[in-house]
Structure formats: C-alpha cells, structure tokens
C-alpha cells in the first residue's frame, strides 16, 4: 500500500492506494475517481480500456464516501491537484456507503457542525486539522530547542485562576473541584523545580456566550521562566509565534492553498518586529479619528463592493436559463461564491456602526471587547503586543509597576482583525503584596496556601504567559471562527457529536 502525499516516490511505477471515494465524473468510457486516504487526495483514470468490464462497470456505481482500494501506474500530471494521477488497471470496493450526508452543495453551519464527524473529511477541514498538527509540532519543538521542559499540570483542580464566572465545577469524592481554566499556577511551581517549563493541555471555561473566538474546551500552553522579566517574556512569546508562523509556511503551502489562504502578511512576519504599546497607547488609537476613518471607509468600499457583486448576480441569473451545460456549472459556482461573500458583506455592513461606537466611547480602564479588538488589529498586519494594563481588569497574580495601578500584563493580538491570541505577564514575587491581592479579590487563602509557598522559599522574579492554540489555528489558517479548529468543538449549546 502507498500513500497518496509519498507518489512523488513512486513515478511510472506500479501501486496500490487505500482510501475513499471524494468524488466521481464520469463519461461512456472513462470514470475519473478522486481518491482521498487521509494524506491527499488523487485523481484516478479508470479507463474501459485498461481494466475489466466488471471493474468498469463497478467502478460506475461508486457513490461518494465510498471505501476501496485501487491499483495503478502513477504518472505524473501537472494540472492535477497533487501533480500526479493514477492510470488504473484494477480496483476493489471495500464498502458501497449509503448516500453520504454531505454532498458538494453548500450546507448550513448547524448541520455541518451536527455532521462534525463527517465534516472533518472534507477539503477545507482536513487541511485545518494538518495546519493544527503542524503548529503543536512547531510548539514542541521551540520549546524542546530552547531546553524548556514540558510537564502537565492537574485538570481537576481547587483553585480558580482566572475569575470565578467561567468555573466549570465537579464533584471530587464529596469534594468541589474545578476544570482547570489555566495551569499557570501549577507551571509556577514547576518552573522553581526546573526553571524553564511549558505546559501543553486542554483548558476549561464556561463562556455563557457565543462568539467566534470562544470555545469552552480549549488547548493553552503556558511556558513559565524563572528569572525572566515582562520584556524577556514578550521576546519569548515573539520569537515563538515567528518560529510557528514560519514553520506552517515550510510546511502546508498545499494546505494554506485549500484554504484559500492570502499569506502575504505571514510571509511578512519573519522579518518584522512585533508592534508594542502600552494598554493606554492601544485605548488612544482605538478612539483615534484615524481609526474612524478607517472604519467609514471600510463601510463605503463594502456598499460599492455589494452594489458590484449584487449587479453581477442578476446579470449571470439572467444568463442562466440559456446557458450551455458547462457555462451553468460555471455559473452555479459563481452563485454559490457571490452568496457567501454577500452574507459576509451583510454581516460587515450590520456590525461597523455599533464598532464604531464602540471604539469612539471605549473608556480607559474597560478590557478590549471582541469587536474592540477586531478594530484595533484590522490595522496591523504584524502581531500587536498591547502591556501596562489597569490592575483592576487582570488577574490577582500579575506584578504591578511602581504606581501600583498598572498591571505587568502583556496580551498578543494577532493581525488581520483577528484579536487576542495570547494573555501573559510577570508575576507577583513577594509573599506580602501577593497575600495582600488574594484579600482584596476575596479569594480563599487557605487554598492558595501552596502557591504562597512559592514566594516564601526562594522566590524569583518569573514570568509566563498562555497561547490559546485554536485561536492560533484560526489566525493561521484565515477561518473566522474557532470552532473550525478543533476537531470535535465544545461551545455554549455544543456538546455532541
Ligand atoms: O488570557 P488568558 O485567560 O490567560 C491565562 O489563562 C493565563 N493564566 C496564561 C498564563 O499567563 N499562563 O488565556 C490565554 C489565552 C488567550 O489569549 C486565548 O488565546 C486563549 O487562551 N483563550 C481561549 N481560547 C478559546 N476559547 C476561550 N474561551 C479562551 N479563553 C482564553
Ligand atoms: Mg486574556
């Protein structure tokens, strides 16, 4: 057996492929099969000439998601997706599927998403998933190059961490436990045994609302360094994501193509510095005239935009009725694409008058909301460190300056519109002050008791941070919504498949 991604390996020779059925053209003498098997996808000549009329006829009666196994020459192709096809001479049906769920047409989000387990087949999907896999390999070996050790912190935990409002809470034997929603403390601890750590784990939070950047199962890793300070901290997590970035373009140009992935502003990255500003600097362009500007022009060029596509449509609808059969195909893909881009123009067109607003009345001191963000990111296309926040909004752990008002946070807003992709800081090292935030934020002292310990026996100042890696994922890979870039998404109203 051969693999479709390893026939580059195999010109003009002879192999067997398994896999499945992903579409079918067929004419009086020849069946053109696209074949996945997880690797790739590759088209199959299955000529009446070449096989047996029972494989022939067999072949005819293939529906999609179909199992088999098909034997033939590889030749090589320019124009076919993979640059190879397979001139078949035999092939073997493992399963005729039932009519598959998911058909080319386009589907409605809900059912896709009820359909998850059969979605994850299909193009777009599947090449997420292989930029996921590839951006976890990247993170592993970042870190491992630079000595970092990778231990796991508890999923069943005492402490929150991270605000009381998104606890999921279970019982532990009688006992009330919490989902982890971070394993920073626990990093903490691990970094004073072994200086450099990161963690790499599922992450627990239950968000009571629907947005796109919310899941409420979600992978964070959480590196934490002894002796490092916010600005040590900040080149870590730049160098990180320049060392992410950077390897997905090495390796899943194909895939970044199926996603129709505009990478002009990755292929950038490398050799930009991250922008940085102070929380207050970020509030000051956010309520910027620039920035309103730049917002009535977005909706001006969006209106032209939907004045355009919407004249084209009723041009090629009218074209429809007497189109030759090719020409209709044409159309029909047309169609289906002015559609979607209609509903995101709509959509863009629905929500700038409330950004605008929102971004005109921000008050200092109030954390970037969703759209906030979106604002502020649609005009970079480096990352954005944003550090200095008010104390008020970050969490108890977080260092302060010298006035005591500002927080040593720093969170990591990718470009593109896309928004916070990483929240971290320098931590709080005296046992004093630190004993002192968990009395104001009237948090349980007796739990944090172990966490103390850390500041009373030889405490350093550290750092650390979290990336989220769906949100990575969807920063990537273009998608606007995270629950594309986890295989089985958890969410407000998502719990199966
Ligand atoms: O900013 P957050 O809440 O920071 C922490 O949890 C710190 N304890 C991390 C640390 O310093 N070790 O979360 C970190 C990142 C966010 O920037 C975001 O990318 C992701 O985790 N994240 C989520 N991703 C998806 N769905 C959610 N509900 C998320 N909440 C946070
Ligand atoms: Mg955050």
Redesign the pocket.
């Given at each position: 057996m051969t693999y479709i991604n390893q026939l580059f390996n195999h010109q003009d020779q002879k192999v067997t492929l398994k896999g499945w059925l992903y579409n079918i053209r067929s004419s009086k003498a020849i069946h053109f099969l696209e074949v996945r098997d997880g690797t790739g996808l590759c088209q199959c000549i299955v000529a009446a000439d070449d096989v047996s009329d029972a494989v022939f006829e067999a072949a005819g009666t293939l529906k999609q998601e179909s199992s088999l196994e098909i034997t033939g020459t590889v030749l090589k192709d320019e124009r076919s997706a993979g640059g190879y096809e397979l001139h078949a001479t035999d092939l073997k049906i493992i399963q005729l599927a039932e009519n598959y769920p998911i058909t080319p047409k386009e589907h409605g989000i809900e059912f896709l998403m009820e359909n998850r387990h059969l979605w994850l087949r299909s193009r777009k999907q599947w090449a997420a998933m292989r930029v996921r896999n590839e951006i976890i390999f990247a993170i592993h070996n970042f870190f491992q190059g630079r000595g970092f050790v990778q231990l796991d912190s508890p999923i069943f935990t005492g402490n929150a961490?991270?605000g009381s409002t998104?606890l999921f809470e279970t019982d532990y034997f009688d006992e009330k436990a919490y989902l982890a929603?971070?394993?920073?403390l626990y990093?903490e601890a691990m970094a004073m045994a072994h200086g450099l750590i990161y963690t790499f784990g599922p992450?627990f939070?239950a968000?009571k609302s629907k947005t796109r950047?919310?899941?409420?199962e979600?992978w964070?890793i959480?590196?934490?360094m002894a002796f490092y300070d916010l600005e040590m901290n900040m080149d870590l997590a730049e160098d990180m994501i320049k060392a992410i970035v950077a390897s997905v373009l090495e390796k899943n140009r194909a895939e970044l193509e199926i996603l129709e992935r505009d990478t002009t502003a990755l292929e950038k990255l490398a050799e930009k510095r991250f922008e940085r500003m102070t929380y207050t600097e970020a509030v000051e362009r956010l309520k910027s005239d620039e920035t309103a500007k730049l917002l009535d022009e977005m909706e001006e060029s969006r209106k032209r935009e939907l004045d355009e596509i919407s004249k084209e449509r009723e041009v090629i609808k009218k074209e429809h009725g007497s189109a030759k059969k090719w020409r209709k195909v044409q159309i029909d893909q047309r169609m289906k694409e002015i559609s979607a881009r209609i509903d995101q123009i709509e959509e863009d067109l629905r929500n700038i008058p409330g950004w605008k607003k929102s971004a005109r009345n921000f008050e200092w001191g109030n954390d970037f909301g969703g759209s906030d963000e979106t604002v502020l990111m649609m005009q970079f296309d480096v990352p954005l460190i944003v550090t200095h926040w008010p104390a008020e909004i970050k969490?108890f752990y977080m260092k302060r300056d010298e006035t005591g008002k500002l927080a040593l946070g720093m969170?990591?807003l990718a470009p593109e519109g896309y928004g916070?992709?990483?929240?971290?800081?320098q931590r709080e090292d005296s046992l004093a002050v630190l004993e002192e935030r968990i009395e104001e934020e009237g948090l349980e002292k007796e739990v944090f008791e172990w966490y103390l310990d850390l500041r009373r026996y030889g405490t350093v100042p550290h750092s650390?941070?979290?990336?989220?890696l769906?949100?990575?994922v969807a920063w990537i890979c273009g998608l606007s919504h995270?629950r594309e870039t986890i295989p089985f998404p958890r969410m407000l109203g998502r719990l199966r498949p």
């Open positions: 961490a991270e998104t929603q971070t394993g920073q990093g992450t939070r968000e950047r919310h899941l409420t979600f964070m959480e590196p934490e969490a969170d990591i916070e992709i990483v929240g971290g800081s650390g941070y979290g990336l989220g769906e949100r990575t995270v």
